[in-house]
């Protein structure tokens, strides 16, 4: 079973978190963020991955630790649950229409971290969730996966439906790129490790 147990504390944040890639359930996401725990089961639902995350964080500061620190911690726990990502497909992406709001997510479980993110909030908050925190999530999730991510909001309006979009893009898009593919042998890359 390709899974992982992170458990981070710091004097921001305290969070425990676990992955399984080749099991649907438990999800059961509780940071205090009532928004950001709708997008992170929206994230591992279509992703079709176990994703357990208890997160308590300084909210009476605003939301920005905990999201980052999630992103980092569930980073983390997808790479080392990915171990040498033998027989993977490696990239993955998807297209997700939410309503009047299209959004693309395309990623490469490279090693190499970067993050490319096209896409604009007209509405600062969604919640107790600040609208640039999605692009923080993004951040630290790419940089500690160690992969490339570009997100891309092609139109839509509603910014309830531009961030659902993304979420379930990025799920969708990293269950193709982990899928394990038996023509596959060893590592998909010329240099022979990722």
């Known amino acids: 079973m390709r899974q992982a147990e992170i458990t981070r504390n710091t004097a921001e944040t305290q969070i425990t978190l676990a992955v399984n890639l080749d099991a649907q359930t438990p999800v059961d996401i509780q940071t205090g963020v009532g928004f ?9 639902s279509h992703g079709r991955m176990s994703l357990v995350v208890k ?17 980092i911690a569930l980073g983390t726990a997808l ?20 309503d009047e709001t299209l959004g693309m997510a395309s990623l490469d479980l490279s090693g190499r971290s970067y993050l490319v993110f096209d896409a604009e909030f007209t509405n600062p908050t969604l919640g107790n969730f600040d609208t640039e925190l999605v692009e923080e999530f993004f951040q ?7 992969m490339n991510l570009h997100l891309k909001i092609l139109h839509g309006k509603n910014n309830h439906h531009k961030s659902e979009s993304l979420f379930k893009a990025t799920g969708r898009a990293l269950r193709e790129a982990v899928t394990l593919n038996p023509e596959i042998h060893g590592v998909n890359s010329t240099k022979g490790v990722l």
């Open 79 to 98: 790479r080392e649950a990915l171990g040498d990502k033998a027989g993977i497909n490696r990239y993955g992406t998807s297209f997700v229409p939410m």
């Open 55 to 71: 997160a308590n964080g300084d909210l009476h500061v605003d939301s920005h630790h905990t999201v980052e620190d999630v992103g």
């Open 36 to 44: 950001f725990d709708h997008m992170l089961t929206l994230f591992a």
């Open 140 to 146: 630290a999730l790419a940089f500690n996966v160690q």
